[in-house]
Each structure stands twice: as structure tokens, then as C-alpha cells.
């Protein structure tokens, strides 16, 4: 899986929860998500890197908090 498809599958998981801007997961939930949706924890990390380094989520301890721009990219599938 390429990293953006990885970075994407945080988006995804963060859009099923209906997740609006600051909304938080614990890491251990999208870990589980990832693991379910068949990725190993190396992808699930190279995951979570890609989707920080776009912006679309904030580590703040151990959760994850869906940012304005990851929100942008997922937004109109929750405003349905």
C-alpha cells in the first residue's frame, strides 16, 4: 500500500465515526481499525505519520485529533 492510500485509511476510519474538527480517538482505536482492514502496525505507523505530516490529524498524548484541513478532506461526507 502506498503512503498515501495508508494516510487515507485514517481519514476513512476517522469519517465512519462521523468525526468533526478536534473530535479524538484514542490511538489504539485506529490501530485496531487498521489491523481489521488487514494493514500491519509498520503501515498503520507510516499511516499516522502521513496523515500528520498533511495535517489532517494532531497527536496530543495518546489520541488523535482530526485538524481542520484532515476534516476538508472528509467533510462533505459527513455533512450527508
Known amino acids: 500500500m ?32 487498521g489491523i481489521d482492514e488487514g494493514l500491519s502496525l509498520s503501515e498503520i505507523q507510516g499511516a499516522l505519520v502521513h496523515a500528520s505530516v498533511k495535517e489532517w490529524i494532531l497527536h496530543v498524548g495518546t489520541n488523535v485529533h482530526l485538524s481542520q484541513a484532515g476534516y476538508r478532506q472528509i467533510g462533505s461526507a459527513n455533512d450527508n
Open 2 to 33: 502506498e503512503a498515501n492510500e495508508n494516510g487515507r485509511i485514517i481519514l476513512e476510519f476517522m469519517a465512519k465515526r462521523g468525526m468533526k474538527v478536534t473530535d479524538c480517538i484514542p490511538v489504539d482505536e485506529i490501530i485496531d481499525y
